[in-house]
């Protein structure tokens, strides 16, 4: 399948059951990502990668508790319990995971100040992983994108692909959700009208 890729979202031991941000049943993805991973000639990986302190973290903000929302320079950001810092267990991918396949691994939150849901954009919607730059210099138009969480980092890496023009697909059957208020029937709606096929 050259020209496609299969974009493995976050499969990280923090949003896996036991993990600091935990997504309900996050773990059954793991044997289902790997069977899918055996369909496409290039996997690509990406790994929340946040150092200590990170601003998108409840505890960096003083009197604020964990899924509350503030308005940060570029805009609202959830706040977090503390998760995936680097070179932690936790930022580790989930150790069932077949990752040796993969060609690249695109770490993301790697800046203090700003989150980084998207695989392509960080949460100012503006600065780029570099991501596009290097599926469109392999030759790759079109991506399938399976992992954690299916509304946020899946829902938002698909919509900038569909953004960046290219063909993007959800292996829903292969995402769990975190579904903070409604946010799963709200990110599939936006994804589904930028053109993002659900399968
Ligand atoms: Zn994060």
């Not at 299969?6 to 049943?25: E, S, T």
């Not at 903000?61 to 570029?74: D, W």
């Not at 989930?94 to 100040?113: D, I, N, Q």
Request: charge should be negative; proline fraction near 4%.
């Amino acid at each position: 399948m050259a020209g496609k890729a299969l974009i493995v979202v976050d499969v990280q031991n923090d949003f896996c059951p036991g993990g600091a941000l935990a997504v309900d049943r996050g773990d059954e993805v793991v044997p289902l990502i790997n069977t899918l991973a055996k369909n496409f000639e290039h996997v690509i990986l990406t790994q929340d990668w946040h150092p200590a302190g990170h601003s998108s973290f409840a505890s960096t903000h003083k009197g604020r508790q964990a899924f509350e929302t503030i308005e940060l320079p570029y805009g609202d950001q959830t706040l977090w319990p503390d998760h995936c810092i680097q070179g932690s267990d936790g930022a580790a991918f989930h150790s069932g995971l077949v990752w040796t396949k993969a060609e690249l691994v695109v770490r993301k939150g790697f800046r203090p100040s700003i989150d980084s849901y998207s695989a392509f954009f960080e949460n100012d919607h503006k600065t780029p992983t570099g991501l596009a730059g290097y599926l469109r210099e392999r030759g790759i138009s079109d991506i399938t994108l399976a992992g954690l969480a299916t509304d946020y980092c899946v829902a938002y890496s698909a919509l900038d692909a569909a953004g960046q023009g290219f063909g993007a697909t959800v292996q829903l059957d292969c995402c769990r959700a975190i579904d903070l208020s409604g946010s799963l029937e709200k990110m599939l709606g936006k994804m589904k009208a930028a053109g993002v096929a659900l399968v």
